[in-house]
Nanobody, 121 residues
Framework: QVQLAESGGGLVQAGGSLRLSCAAS????????MGWYRQAPGKQRELVTD???????HYADSVKGRFTISRDNAKNTVYLQMNSLKPEDTAVYYC???????????????WGQGTQVTVSS
């Protein structure tokens, strides 16, 4: 099985920075993508950013120019550098890994435990 261990959340002032880490372990094959989602109180979980196995990167419009996703393949780790944080960035951030399974034929999503990011004004 696959496990995702998250770290790096915390409390920061507006304009500050945080760096989240997500280390994957276990039996990992045919990874489609890794990324970050977030969920604020009373809202649905939303995609923040992801990176495909081929290196293609997508960012939500709300974080473009402020957040950067990166990957260390040797360490099976993905990072999220968060700069110029705003109060509206406050949420629980979840690491996501999507992998492909041939039998049954399907994709499978794995999730980290979540890490709280709180930005004060």
């Amino acid at each position: 099985q696959v496990q995702l261990a998250e770290s790096g959340g915390g409390l920061v002032q507006a304009g500050g920075s945080l760096r989240l880490s997500c280390a994957a372990s276990g039996s990992i094959f045919s990874v489609t993508s890794m990324g970050w989602y977030r969920q604020a109180p009373g809202k649905q979980r939303e995609l923040v950013t992801d990176i495909t196995s081929g290196g293609n990167i997508h960012y939500a419009d709300s974080v473009k120019g402020r957040f950067t996703i990166s990957r260390d393949n040797a360490k099976n780790t993905v990072y999220l550098q968060m700069n110029s944080l705003k109060p509206e960035d406050t949420a629980v951030y979840y690491c996501n890994l999507q992998t492909f399974q041939t039998f049954p034929f399907r994709t499978i999503d794995y999730w980290g435990q979540g890490t709280q990011v709180t930005v004060s004004s």
